[in-house]
Antibody, heavy 121, light 110 residues
Framework: QVQLQESGPGLVKPSGTLSLTCAVSGDSITSRDWWNWVRQFPGKGLEWIGEIYHGGSTNYSPSLKSRVTLSVDKSKNQFSLNLKSVTAADTAVYYC??????????????WGKGTTVTVSS | QSALTQPASVSGSPGQSITISCTGTSSDVGGSNYVSWYQHHPGNAPKLLIYDLTERPSGVSNRFSGSKSGNTASLTISGLQAEDEADYFCSSYTTSSTWVFGGGTKLTVL
């Protein structure tokens, strides 16, 4: 059974960097899958942040591209999110999700339970 | 504000059918068959219900079905059950090679 678990600080200061890790169990980070980050704002709306392939290829949301970096740690079977220059608007529940090839395309078929990050001084 | 528009809430009685809409543009829902739907019980991981507009992953009840007309995708839940009470959100791949989501719909089973 594939499981994803987010971890990281729950509180980040404004202008600081938000750093989260997603540990993957039951699947290899080096499979054909893409590994995603999605966030859900307090008002319930969701925003895709970006995705990474184990080879290092990345795709980012255009609105966040200048502040986001995704990376993969194959030795630990996990991937990470760094979001710099955060403001209160980055306060959200952050989810990691696996993008798996279900047909001719891939979908986020397994998600973590999410971790709440608050940006506040 | 989410890229895809969903009603904030819908409700129905056990046994009834309900439909949740997801409206986008020709750059996402209207121009893509890569549309998916998720069920989310708060505090738990979201669960994939529908992909490729109409396909169900193994293990998902056939009470859940998807469709599309123009720029609007829809999720229909038939034979409502108490455990269907949850948040539902849609997602679409876009012509810009990104993913967009709906704002989510809270389903109340009366």
């Amino acid at each position: 059974q594939v499981q994803l678990q987010e971890s990281g600080p729950g509180l980040v200061k404004p202008s600081g960097t938000l750093s989260l890790t997603c540990a993957v169990s039951g699947d290899s980070i080096t499979s054909r899958d893409w590994w995603n980050w999605v966030r859900q704002f307090p008002g319930k709306g969701l925003e895709w942040i970006g995705e990474i392939y184990h080879g290092g290829s990345t795709n980012y949301s255009p609105s966040l591209k200048s502040r986001v970096t995704l990376s993969v740690d194959k030795s630990k079977n996990q991937f990470s999110l760094n979001l710099k220059s955060v403001t209160a608007a980055d306060t959200a529940v952050y989810y990691c999700a696996r993008g798996s090839w279900l047909s001719l395309f891939y979908y986020m078929d397994v998600w973590g339970k999410g971790t709440t990050v608050t940006v506040s001084s | 504000q989410s890229a895809l528009t969903q009603p904030a809430s819908v409700s129905g009685s056990p046994g009834q059918s309900i439909t949740i809409s997801c409206t986008g543009t020709s750059s996402d829902v209207g121009g893509s068959n890569y549309v998916s739907w998720y069920q989310h019980h708060p505090g738990n991981a979201p669960k994939l219900l529908i992909y490729d507009l109409t396909e169900r992953p193994s293990g998902v009840s056939n009470r859940f079905s998807g469709s599309k007309s123009g720029n609007t995708a829809s999720l229909t839940i038939s034979g409502l059950q108490a455990e269907d009470e949850a948040d539902y959100f849609c997602s679409s791949y876009t012509t810009s090679s990104t993913w967009v989501f709906g704002g989510g719909t809270k389903l109340t089973v009366l």
